[in-house]
């Protein structure tokens, strides 16, 4: 099925493909498999998709009932640790927003100058990789605040955190929403420090918005961002 997928987003030049997630949410929350062959798919499309690739965690978006897109009132959150999955799922959820129905809270979460805890600060040269992360970063989102300096409807915000237990926290804070985008594979300390493997395909942060750690209703967007070589990142046993 896989080969089908990609083949058709290629032939369409399709700038995005949006695969379900292989479980669904029960009555009392919790998440139960009722897909297990999605996953497989789920992993073969996003180690070889023409473009970029969103696995979606529904959790009653937009309900049954279909409305007129007059009537449409979202409410949106990204949350914004860095790298280019997570520029992905920005730029995204600011064409959601276009929609004036829609509104857009995105946070970028940094590590606090102080911080001793589990989250470490670590000194790199100019020229090194992560220094040019944090390079793309900073220009894309200073791009996105300029771009919605007079929109009503985005709100950007930065919180500082200095470990695990601050940044979940932040999060519980801000997932209150008809939808969360994230990136599957953010970069930065902060994101580092979240490491979680339970779902790979959702990466660090998409795993914990679907855990008991980080209740909520809301449906999650994991996106991946398109590169011309994709590398093999998917294992999946569960």
């Known amino acids: 099925m896989h080969v089908d997928i990609c083949a058709t987003a290629g032939r369409k030049k399709a700038a995005v493909i949006i695969l379900p997630f292989h ?64 520029r992905e799922a920005l730029a995204y959820g600011a064409r959601m927003a276009e929609h004036p129905g829609i509104r857009l809270t ?6 606090e100058p102080s911080s001793t805890g589990e989250i470490v600060s670590v000194d790199v040269e100019e020229s090194s990789p992560s220094s040019k992360l944090v390079s793309e970063d900073d220009e894309f989102l200073n791009e996105f605040k300029a771009k919605i300096a007079n929109d009503d409807s985005i709100t950007y915000e930065e919180r500082a955190v200095k470990n695990t237990a601050e940044t979940v926290a ?37 795993a914990l ?10 449906s999650v967007l994991v996106m991946q961002q398109y590169q011309h070589q994709q590398l093999s990142e998917v294992s999946v046993n569960k």
């Open 23 to 86: 479980k669904h949410q029960r009555l009392d929350g919790s998440l139960e498999t009722t897909r297990s062959d999605f996953k497989h798919v789920n992993r073969r499309v996003l180690e070889n998709a023409p473009c970029s690739v969103g696995i979606l965690v529904d959790r009653g978006l937009g309900g049954t009932s279909h409305i007129s897109a007059s009537n449409v009132s979202y409410s949106i959150t990204v949350l914004f640790f860095g790298g280019g999955d997570d």
């Open 106 to 111: 995105a946070l970028r979460f940094v590590v």
């Open 170 to 206: 932040v999060m519980r804070e801000f997932v209150h929403c008809n939808l969360v985008l994230v990136g599957r594979r953010p970069q930065g300390e902060v994101a580092y420090a979240l490491n979680r493997s339970e779902y790979p395909e959702l990466g660090p942060i998409g």
């Open 209 to 218: 918005l679907v855990s008991q750690d980080c209740p909520t209703i809301a």
